[in-house]
């Protein structure tokens, strides 16, 4: 057996590194620098292998110091092609890990770099960015070089396989989940929503399995198991399905067609955590315990004349839709947000109370301090103690708080002024469908 230290070094490329790279395709890809004994010292990605490949082999990138150390131990260079820069993106975190480059070593070793994370152990796994990967029940891929390109392709992949990258804890048997309100990118068609189980679990795998396949190189192979499922789906008379798959194909097919990777980064989409928002409510508010159950109040006119008002409910700060409800206001003539708060309030724990039922850990009224003052004479009038009561203001989302003469001014991005922000703007949604169902049985002569 031939020791590989003292075997004789291939022999010098017939093409020296320089002129070889006036060959390379004008295409993405990853490319391999080897030194003198044909061992890959470095390995780098490319959106046109061409340009940055001989990027290496002017004056500038022997003077930088970036580079000036691995451009005089160039001996030889090849390149891999790939469909897109994602696929190269891809390809290249996976060659470093495997050949680990000496020229690589320290985004090898160095664990700030970027990684792309899948939760594996939980039910609907969520899909993320880190810099600070788990050592267990997860799956990395990476590092990556670039942290903005990452994100760029993890925004891509998004669009295609989409999948989840919020932190909240879901699971299929808390029938509380359907009553969520997902996130933008479930607007957007850039996530099923298993935050309110718009898909099983075992679908939501199968989605995520698809997407393994192609972040491990697998592409040819999904492609092919895609392609399959369509013309099954499509024999079987599942159109739908059908074209869901062949969206799916045609945007894997076009990935290359998708311009800069960073152009495609986004801005995190603020999620609602509610176990972070009801612990966050019970800091701020000084409360013994996070608040378990919200309500949310809030008054509508129909065109001017009819008042109504909502209540809805929130628990461990998820919707309940059951408990949600509708007053039509019947003491009050004319438009009179202060005094429709005050009767709502009055009847809504006048039978709380004359039912034996508990009282809401905190009450949110939909307004600035002249409706909380509304709600506050409310208790007062009718001789109960009232629960945690606080008004959310629209314009500036001030929270106002009884007794107190300035307003809190909670984080813009805080989860406990996000749930808040939940809670007030469900209530003014199921109030104004409230008053548009009172308006069409007025404009058609419906009963009520």
Known sequence: ?????????PPEPAVEPREKVKTFPTTPGVYLMKDGRGRVIYVGKAVNLRSRAGSYFTKLALEDRRTCDLVPEIRDIDFVPTDSEVDALLLEARLIKDIQPRFNSELKDDKTFPYLQIHTREQFPRVEFTRKPRLKGVKLYGPFTSASK?????????????????????????????????????????????????????????????LMLFLDGKKDRLLKELREEMQGAAKELLFEKAARLRDTITALENMNLRGNLQDHAQPEVFQIDPRKGVRGLQKVFGLSAPPRRIEGMDIAHLQGGETVASLVQFIDGLPFKPGYKRFKIRTVEGVDDFASMREVVSRRFRRLQQEGEAFPDLLLIDGGKGQLGAAMEAFREIGIQPPLVISLAKREEEVFVPGESDPRILGRHSYGLRLLQYVRDESHRFAQHYHHILRRKSTFGESD
């Open 1 to 9: 057996m031939t020791d590989p230290v003292s075997a004789d070094p």
């Open 150 to 210: 990452l994100r760029g392709t993890i925004a891509v992949l998004q669009q295609i396989f989409r999948f989840r990258n919020c932190n909240l804890d879901i699971r299929e048997e808390d029938e509380r989940w359907r009553w969520f309100r997902p996130c933008l990118l479930a607007s957007i068609n850039q996530c099923t929503a298993p935050c309110n189980l718009r898909i099983s679990r075992e679908d939501y795998r199968k989605d995520l399995k698809k």
